[in-house]
């Protein structure tokens, strides 16, 4: 497996865990079963609204055979962090009127996955879960806040959406690409270039990078300046007006250390 890492921060002092997961998954092709090709964990201090000295780590599969070990190491990971507060887009649904039709994305798939390969990693779902796209459906959708998906609120809970409202700039190369990750994966396979294993993995961890920082803002409005009565598109004074990735410790110290 190939890893990423920043050598920064202590995880163990962390209150907060980002979880973001890259699959083969295509749903343009019906393909919803795939195997998990690699991870990536942000560890966080909410206390540190605008510092980018957060640890960030990943972990890609150089083969899909693989996906039992990474989807190993990625349980030890978190099973190492019960008390933390999982974050993620999409990660989990946490709001009852959301997780009626729509239980996310990254938590379930990933004990599915696992059990393929006789994991058990069923504790995930008992862990503390902060959804951005919950955040996002309920502050940004000031309407109807009904279980529609389609039109403008599908847009609110995109990712994309949450970004240009926060200004958050990713690095060039690195704009959302998890559609083509499939077909990239594949032009690896046939190739043998590792360089497009690292182009994956560092967009996993680019991915979420841009999550800690929509956390730390969404984190700051709920329980900071706008308790309750939060218009997500008005800034506060303690919020940058733009964030860029690229000038993040957290992503200019990140490295591809070490093949194991």
Not at 118 to 125: T, V
Not at 133 to 147: C, E, G, S, W
């Amino acid at each position: 497996m190939l890893r990423a890492c920043n050598g920064i921060a202590n995880e163990r002092d962390t209150d907060v865990v980002v979880l973001d997961v890259e699959t083969l998954d295509c749903f343009a092709l019906g393909l919803w079963n795939e195997p998990i090709i690699s991870y990536s964990l942000a560890f966080l201090d909410t206390t540190d609204l605008e510092g980018g000295n957060f640890r960030i780590e990943g972990c890609i599969s150089e083969s899909v055979e693989e996906e039992g070990l990474l989807l190993a190491t990625l349980g030890g990971k978190l099973a190492s962090h019960p008390q933390v507060l999982l974050v993620g887009h999409n990660i989990s649904h946490s709001f009852k009127y959301i997780k009626a039709w729509n239980r996310g994305y990254d938590i379930p798939k990933i004990i599915k996955r696992s059990s393929v390969h006789g994991l058990d990693l069923s504790f995930l779902e008992s862990m503390k879960v902060f959804d951005l796209m919950d955040v996002a459906f309920q502050y940004y959708d000031h309407t109807t806040h009904n279980l529609t998906w389609n039109g403008e609120k599908q847009r609110i809970l995109k990712s994309e959406f949450i970004e240009e409202q926060l200004r958050i700039i990713r690095p060039t190369g690195f704009q959302k690409m998890g559609h083509e990750v499939r077909q990239i994966y594949e032009n690896y396979v046939r190739t043998g270039n590792r360089s497009i294993l690292q182009r994956i993995l560092l967009y996993n961890c680019c991915d979420v990078a841009v999550e800690s920082v929509i956390f730390k803002i969404f984190h700051h409005l709920l329980n900071k300046c706008r308790k309750g009565t939060i218009s997500f598109g008005a800034r506060c004074q303690h919020i940058p007006d733009a964030t860029v990735i690229g000038s993040l410790p957290a992503w200019t110290r990140l490295s591809i250390p070490s093949v194991t």
